[in-house]
T-cell receptor, first 114, second 113 residues
Framework: ETGVTQTPRHLVMGMTNKKSLKCEQHLGHNAMYWYKQSAKKPLELMFV???????ENNSVPSRFSPECPNSSHLFLHLHTLQPEDSALYLC?????????????FGPGTRLTVL | QKEVEQDPGPLSVPEGAIVSLNCTYS??????FMWYRQYSRKGPELLMYTYSSGNKEDGRFTAQVDKSSKYISLFIRDSQPSDSATYLCAMKIGGGSNYKLTFGKGTLLTVNP
C-alpha cells in the first residue's frame, strides 16, 4: 500500500451516531492534515498535526475530534453531527508542517449525515 | 471580497484545445501559488508550485503568476480527455511554521474527445 489511504470511502450516519474516519500514510511524512470539502466551497483546513502534536485547529466544532497516535495514522472521531456536516473529508500528509505545498492527499471519505 | 476567487465553471472544450484556468486574489501578501488537479472520487494532487511572477512550464502545463494584477493562470496545451478534472488554485502567505494556505473553489473542466 502506498501513498495516503482513507477508510471508509463512504459513510452514512444518523445525527446521534458515533463513527470514526481513519487515515494512514505510507510516505514517511511527519505532518498530517484533515480537510473538509463541500460542494461549491473552497477546501477548508480543519486540523494539522506535526510529529503527532496538534498544531492547528481552525475553529472546528467539538463534534469533530481528531486523534493522531503516531505520524502514520490520523483519525477523525465524529459524534452528534448535523446534516450540514455532510461533505468529502480529505486527509493529507507532508514531510513537515512547514511544507504544506508538498501535501499528498488521500481519496477522501464521502460522509452523509441524515 | 473573497481572498481567492475562482470561476467554478463548468468549462467544456474539445480535445486539442488550449485551456486557460484562472484565479484572482485580493491579498497582496500571498507569496506562493499552487495548482492542484482533482479527479472524480480522488483527492487533489499537486500539479504546479510557483513563487515568483512569470511563467513556469512543465510539459503541457504552464503556470503564470502576475502579482501586480493579483492574477494567476494555468494553461493546458493540447488538452486531452484525461485532463478532465476539477482544478484548484491555492495560495500561501508566510513561511516556516507561520503560514496560511487558502484554496479556490475549483473549476470543473471537461475535455471532449
Amino acid at each position: 500500500e502506498t501513498g495516503v489511504t482513507q477508510t471508509p470511502r463512504h459513510l452514512v450516519m444518523g445525527m446521534t451516531n458515533k463513527k470514526s474516519l481513519k487515515c494512514e500514510q505510507h510516505l514517511g511524512h511527519n505532518a498530517m492534515y484533515w480537510y473538509k470539502q463541500s460542494a461549491k466551497k473552497p477546501l477548508e483546513l480543519m486540523f494539522v498535526y506535526n510529529f503527532k502534536e496538534q498544531t492547528e485547529n481552525n475553529s472546528v466544532p467539538s463534534r469533530f475530534s481528531p486523534e493522531c497516535p503516531n505520524s502514520s495514522h490520523l483519525f477523525l472521531h465524529l459524534h452528534t453531527l448535523q446534516p450540514e456536516d455532510s461533505a468529502l473529508y480529505l486527509c493529507a500528509s507532508s514531510p513537515h508542517r512547514d511544507r504544506p505545498g508538498e501535501q499528498f492527499f488521500g481519496p477522501g471519505t464521502r460522509l452523509t449525515v441524515l | 471580497q473573497k481572498e481567492v476567487e475562482q470561476d467554478p465553471g463548468p468549462l467544456s472544450v474539445p480535445e486539442g484545445a488550449i485551456v486557460s484556468l484562472n484565479c484572482t486574489y485580493s491579498n497582496s501578501a500571498f507569496q506562493y501559488f499552487m495548482w492542484y488537479r482533482q479527479y472524480s472520487r480522488k483527492g487533489p494532487e499537486l500539479l504546479m508550485y510557483t513563487y515568483s511572477s512569470g511563467n513556469k512550464e512543465d510539459g503541457r502545463f504552464t503556470a503564470q503568476v502576475d502579482k501586480s494584477s493579483k492574477y494567476i493562470s494555468l494553461f493546458i496545451r493540447d488538452s486531452q480527455p484525461s485532463d478532465s478534472a476539477t482544478y484548484l488554485c491555492a495560495m500561501k502567505i508566510g513561511g516556516g511554521s507561520n503560514y496560511k494556505l487558502t484554496f479556490g473553489k475549483g473549476t470543473l473542466l471537461t475535455v471532449n474527445p
